[in-house]
């Protein structure tokens, strides 16, 4: 989403064509983001603002894949404590998690704007007792327009520290967020693309994935970063406008 089709808040050139493309030959597709901050109807807002309308079935949060994790983990319900805004704790509530600090079969990390040390120490403690430790993403660092802020990555380090025990990052660059997503829309990895800006995350999980990658420079990524990664993605194009013509 951000830095192949947003950027903030604004569409990026080719965006709102590349997703009307995608929609008028009935090509079945999901926005995916790591930020687990926002509901998907949060999300749709966002995007709307920007000129590009998609159903919030179209879009797919590592919220949303952590939700569908842990059902399959736990088939039968459990419960969770976590650490997060109204994205992540929409995704559990829905799946039909109780969330909760005493004794939960889960500690769920996510993304907010305000990481409280109260949390972050109740959480330490109920891992400690036994509780499994799952993160939305390893995503270090957030942007502002002040800068960097530290992300769920950086406080899930923290955690491990005091604990001894490393989460399972459940989004991107683990393949299971981009499997989840096909199993969403009933696709398969041989007729599957993913385009992203960043390396380290969305091209690395569509290799693993078994799709076919396309890295745009409209983000993180610039060309001559390309080279410093041990893996390439299928093709680089400059943005989504490049695409608009293949769909």
Do not use: C
Request: net charge negative; hydrophobic share 45%; charged share 20%.
């Amino acid at each position: 989403m951000d830095g192949v089709l947003v950027h903030e808040d604004r569409a990026l050139a080719g965006a709102a064509e590349f997703v009307g493309a995608l929609q008028q030959k009935g090509r079945p597709f999901l926005i995916l983001t790591n930020n687990s901050i926002f509901t998907t109807r949060d999300l749709r807002a966002r995007l709307a603002a920007s000129g590009i309308e998609v159903p919030e079935e179209a879009i797919w949060t590592s919220a949303l894949a952590t939700a569908q994790f842990l059902v399959d983990q736990a088939p039968d319900g459990g419960s969770a404590y976590v650490i997060g805004e109204a994205g992540l704790t929409t995704a559990l509530y829905q799946a039909g998690f109780t969330l909760t600090a005493s004794r939960p079969d889960f500690v769920v990390l996510g993304e907010t704007r305000t990481y409280s040390f109260e949390a972050i120490t109740q959480a330490i403690r109920l891992i400690q007792g036994g509780a499994r430790f799952i993160a939305t993403n390893p995503d270090v660092t957030g942007p502002s327009a002040d800068g960097d802020l530290p992300a769920t990555g950086a406080v899930a380090a923290m955690i491990s520290a005091a604990t001894g025990r490393k989460p399972y990052f459940v989004g991107k660059p683990n393949p299971m967020m981009i499997r989840s997503a096909l199993n969403r829309i009933d696709a398969h990895s041989e007729t599957t693309v993913m385009v992203g800006d960043r390396m380290d995350t969305d091209m690395v999980a569509g290799i693993e994935a078994g799709l076919r990658t396309f890295l745009v420079l409209t983000g993180s990524t610039r060309a001559e970063d390309v080279q410093r990664y041990p893996y390439r993605p299928t093709e680089v194009v400059g943005s989504v406008a490049d695409l608009v013509a293949r769909v």
